[in-house]
Structures are given as C-alpha cells and as structure tokens.
C-alpha cells in the first residue's frame, strides 16, 4: 500500500518524462523517505495485534541535536525551516500524497460496496487528508487534518478535524491517566530535535496518527472513554456556542453539524445511557442546531432536529412524577410546538407533555427560552474543564 502511495506522489511531482529512471542510485536520495516509510507502515501495522510503537522514527535520531524550541512549538528546533526548503506550507511535499491517498480511498469504498458480504460491519476510519506547516509569531507547527468517514459504504458526509501534535500528545497524557490498564501497550510518537517539518517526517507522523486513532478506537474500553470522544467533538461544541452568542448563525450551523457528525460516527448515541457528560453534550448539540435554524428562518430543519432530541429527552408520564424535568425539555417542547404549528405538522403530543408538566406545577411561562439556557451552558470536559476557546485555538 505504501509503495503505490509513494508512487502517485512520485508521479505528482514529476511529469511524465521526467521521473528518473529505475535503478539508478540518485532516486534513493531523491526520496529518501520512501524505504523509511515502508519500514515504518509495516512496523506500526504488524504491531496492532497488540502494542501499538511507532520506532520507525528512529530513522532520523542521528540528526544533529539542536537548540530547544518553546513549550507550543511541534519542533524542537525553530531553525529548521532555514535548512529545510520542504517546510514551506505553499509546497508542501505531503499534499500531493495525502490527495492520491484520499483517492484511493474513495475508490474502496466503492469497490466494497459493490462487492463485500452483507455479514461485513462498518467501522471508523480516521484519514490524514491534509498536512500544512503554521506560523504563528515564534512558534510554528503542523496542522494535520483529519476525515473521520465510515467504511462499507461510500460516505459522502464524512465530519472533519483539525489538529495538532500538542492535541495529541494532550489527548494521549489524559488517556494514560485515566485508563492506565489500556493504555500500557500504546507508545505514542515522540518528537524531535530536528527535521520535524521535514516531507518524510510529517508523511510518518500523518500515517502514525492514523495508526493511533484507529488502534485506541479498536479497543473496547478507550473506544467509549469521554476522554477520547471529546477529542474529536467538543472543540466545535465550544465554538458553536461562540458563535451562537455572537448572532453568526450560519457559521454556528456548519461547526454544530460537523459535531452532530462526529458523534454520530464514533457512536455517541449508544452510549448515551452511561455516560451522562456526553448526553449533556449530544442534547446540546441538537438544541443549539434547533436555536440556529430558527433564527435563520429554516423551521423544517428546525423541527427535525428538536424531534430528534425530543425522541431520546422526553421522559415517560412514570418517570415525569418521579424527577424534575432536564433542563433543556420545557423549552424544547415549547419551539417544537411553535415550530410544528409553522410548518402544518401534528403537535399534541407535545402539548400534552407540556400539559402534564405544568399540572406538576411547573410554571411554563417563567422559564428561560432556548437560546437564553444555551448561551449560558458550561460546556465542561470529563476533567472538570470548562474553559471555552475558539475553534482556531482549540486545534
């Protein structure tokens, strides 16, 4: 696999006519990576089984120490980018890679869903598709994007993440705190002194990543960790929340919906009984998208997604004499009322819920609206955190 990979990047990069010719010795140095990355592929692979090591970057551990770079820096060498051409983000060597592997993948989606057995599950697949070298002032790093996309089918609506080593290396000290049993045999890549915006060394890590994510998810215990699921989700949760306090609704939509698709993928909805944090945030979800429909003039798709969580928050008349209501469940009710009337669609059950609330002795015209209890949520981790940033900081 890594060979044909390499090859199309090859081809990318020199036009037909122009690629050097077979065995001749000046094509190693050409793409010095290419064995390296074979070595490494195989390595990580082989080791799925059971411990997930990524030694394949010791490759490079003979490279001349250099100077420590500050704690938000991907490298440890800020000069790097001074003998190292490939480190501009404009030609970046990894984009034509990353784009044939993309490909590629389309193509066995395809392929499988024409022709694998029907007994076949899905499962996730986490795919470097981009990978492009940031500035910021004195720190620079990598930014590695990431499609989360089901296989067995061809997914057309796969969600997307942005991040960083530093997120994670973050995400793998806390899943090593938390769940030191599971992850006794996951090493994680480290860093290095040198060459780490080098096109060999970001092509490792991109495929490292990957092997990561994909080994944490095949275990039973991290695949459900909240640690682990509000790596991939919260980040967008805290900036829908931003936005949603701002009036940008449009932006507001397209972050929440690519949440919605996150935890959908990574199988949020069937845990939601355990884990009461990621039930908070699923609800939170659909509710925001609810708020910003409504104000962007959209009462159908408004109505759908206040149905769907409606579905789930809706408890029974039992369990309704039993304990207060969620917070979130009057002013559900009270949009999916307005907004089913708005469109022509049947609302009496909801009315009789409302009704059966207030004969509780809920007094329905005190409570906050929507968007009022929204805005003010504390959207905190399985850590305690609640410290809100914006989607650009958080990845």
């Known amino acids: 696999m890594a060979s044909k990979l390499l090859d199309r990047f ?8 122009d690629l050097p010719a077979d065995g001749n010795g000046d094509g190693t140095d050409d793409f010095p990576e290419s064995s390296e990355l074979e070595d490494d592929t195989d390595y990580v692979s082989a080791k799925l089984g059971g411990t997930l090591c990524f030694e394949g970057d010791a490759v490079l551990d003979s490279e001349d120490a250099g100077e420590a770079s500050g704690p938000d820096s991907d490298s440890d060498f800020f000069g790097e980018s001074l003998d190292n051409p490939c480190s501009s983000t404009d030609i970046s060597p990894t984009s ?182 990621q039930k908070a945030h699923w609800f939170f979800t659909l509710a925001s998208l609810v708020s910003c429909f409504q104000d962007l003039e959209r009462p159908n798709e408004a ?27 009057v002013p559900l009710l009270q949009a999916n009322v307005r907004l089913s009337w ?4 049947d609302k009496r059950r909801w009315e009789a819920l409302l009704q059966d609330i207030q004969e509780l002795g809920v007094d329905l015209g005190s409570q906050p609206n929507l968007k009022e209890c929204l805005v003010k949520e504390n959207l905190r981790d399985s850590e305690g955190d609640t410290k809100s940033k914006s989607k650009g900081e958080d990845t």
Not at 310 to 328: C, G, M, N, R, V
Not at 342 to 345: A, D, E, F, L, Q
Request: aromatic content about 8%.
């Open 303 to 329: 109505q759908e997604h206040c149905d769907r969580a409606l579905q789930d928050l809706a408890p029974s008349p039992e369990a309704l004499k039993q304990q207060p209501p969620p917070p979130l469940l």
């Open 342 to 345: 708005k469109i022509s669609k």
């Open 10 to 17: 090859r081809r990318t990069l020199f036009k037909e006519g």
């Open 96 to 277: 034509p890679t990353l784009k044939g592997s993309n490909m590629l993948t389309r193509q066995l989606q395809e392929s499988w869903r024409s022709l694998r057995p029907r007994c076949v599950s899905e499962k996730v697949i986490f795919e470097v598709t981009d990978a492009s070298v940031v500035q910021e002032g004195s720190s620079k790093y990598v930014l590695y994007t990431l499609h989360v996309i089901h296989s067995g089918t061809f997914d057309k609506t796969p969600a997307i993440i942005t991040r960083r080593y530093t997120d994670f290396e973050r995400l793998h000290g806390r899943l090593r705190r938390c769940y030191g049993d599971g992850m006794e045999g996951v090493h994680f890549p480290r860093k290095k002194l040198r060459r780490n915006f080098a096109a060999e060394t970001i092509a490792k890590r991109s495929r490292a990543f990957e092997q990561y994510l994909s080994h944490l998810h095949s275990l039973p215990e991290l695949r459900v960790a909240p640690t682990f699921l509000e790596f991939f989700y919260l980040g967008d949760l805290r900036a829908g929340q931003m936005l949603l306090r701002v009036g940008r609704y449009q932006e507001a939509v397209g972050v929440l919906l690519n949440a919605l698709r996150l935890q959908e993928k990574l199988g949020c909805q069937q845990v939601l009984q355990h884990l009461p944090l």
